[in-house]
Nanobody, 126 residues
Framework: QVQLMESGGGLVQAGDSLRLSCAASGRIFSRYTMAWFRQAPGKEREFVAAITWRGVTESYADSVKGRFTISSDDVKKPLYLQKNALKPEDTAVYYC???????????????????WGQGTQVTVSS
């Protein structure tokens, strides 16, 4: 079993930066693919970014490419999502997810991920 816990959310202004963290515990190994998703009010959960624990492959949604960076140094250290140039449309609950099945550069669906954190709220004011 894998447990994930996000932190770092908050209220910021447009143009600000924010870094989210995801701490993983339990039976998690370096071959897991890790990802960030987000869900805005009234909308479906959507893919944001994914990475292999070794950082070999990174993948981003077009809406965040160039502004967000996903990173991980080691399975024993947190997964991060550095968010720059934030926009009001980035407002959402952000979730960390893990999967043995997903391929970071290919799988972007919610169903590809088996483990989820409880989410952290990010609100960007204009």
């Amino acid at each position: 079993q894998v447990q994930l816990m996000e932190s770092g959310g908050g209220l910021v202004q447009a143009g600000d930066s924010l870094r989210l963290s995801c701490a993983a515990s339990g039976r998690i190994f370096s071959r897991y693919t890790m990802a960030w998703f987000r869900q805005a009010p009234g909308k479906e959960r959507e893919f944001v970014a994914a990475i292999t624990w070794r950082g070999v492959t990174e993948s981003y949604a077009d809406s965040v490419k160039g502004r967000f960076t996903i990173s991980s140094d080691d399975v024993k250290k947190p997964l991060y999502l550095q968010k720059n140039a934030l926009k009001p449309e980035d407002t959402a609950v952000y979730y960390c997810a893990a999967s043995l099945r997903a391929v970071a550069g290919r799988d972007r669906g919610v169903s590809s991920y088996d483990y989820w954190g409880q989410g952290t709220q990010v609100t960007v004011s204009s």
